[in-house]
């Protein structure tokens, strides 16, 4: 069974630019999160999708960061621009769902804001 | 959901058992504690949870307080692959806020 695939897995850009990361869920999976995983941090939650609805998106940083879930199966995420304190690891979770639910993570995208 | 407390770092001699606390002295009655672990420039990954009882799988055995304030994940044979974060993290709602875990050091 394929895992959760992201896109690209790294990405340099100067700042005020856009910048976008794709994610492909395992199938089957209805749940979808983006977290943001800073250096020597855990990472934290962006947002969660229950297929194609945003669920929690409390801690999007709305003014530049979008998300979008079209057709409950891939996510994009969207930063424009982009700022110096931008550079992370993005990453992408599925999973079934439900109250003890298993997530599933891909490999993040590393981004560097120069 | 409850807070947790783990040792920032713990070494490990390869082939040996690995036993990784963790406190969460607030934990509620419908909260679960899960285990999670990252290898460098990887994603997380799942390893176990449990509510009361302790929980085994193919890869570690997850043993509970009866008061369920504390648990201890362990790996039974450590090896150099094992070498990686690991995260205990309370929940009761699937939502997971990972803290900064234990870095657990396995040594030849």
């Known amino acids: 069974e394929a895992g959760v695939v992201q896109s690209p897995r790294y990405k340099i850009i100067e700042k005020k630019q856009p910048v976008a990361f794709w994610c492909n869920p395992i199938s089957g999976h209805n749940t979808l999160y983006w977290y943001l995983q800073n250096l020597g941090q855990g990472p934290e939650l962006l947002i969660r999708?229950?297929?194609?609805?945003?669920?929690?998106d409390s801690q999007l940083p709305k003014d530049r960061f979008s998300a979008e879930r079209l057709k409950g199966v891939d996510s994009t995420l969207k930063i424009q621009p982009a700022e110096l304190g931008d550079s992370a690891v993005y990453l992408c979770?599925?999973?079934?769902?439900?109250?003890?639910?298993?997530?599933?993570f891909g490999p993040g995208t590393r981004l560097t804001v120069l | 959901d409850a807070k947790t407390t783990q040792p920032p770092s713990m070494d490990c001699a390869e082939g040996r058992a690995a036993n990784l606390p963790c406190n969460h002295s607030t934990i509620s009655g419908n909260e679960y504690v899960y285990w999670y672990r990252q290898i460098h420039s990887q994603g997380p990954q799942y390893i176990i949870h449990g509510l009361k009882n302790n929980e085994t799988n193919e890869m570690a055995s997850l043993i509970i307080t009866e008061d369920r304030k504390s648990s201890t994940l362990i790996l039974p044979h450590a090896t150099l692959r094992d070498t990686a974060v690991y995260y205990c993290i309370v929940s009761g709602t699937g939502k997971l806020i990972f803290g900064q875990g234990t870095t657990l050091q396995v040594k030849p």
């Open positions: 979770a599925s999973s079934l769902g439900g109250e003890t639910d298993t997530q599933y």
């Open positions: 999708y229950e297929n194609e609805e945003a669920v929690d």
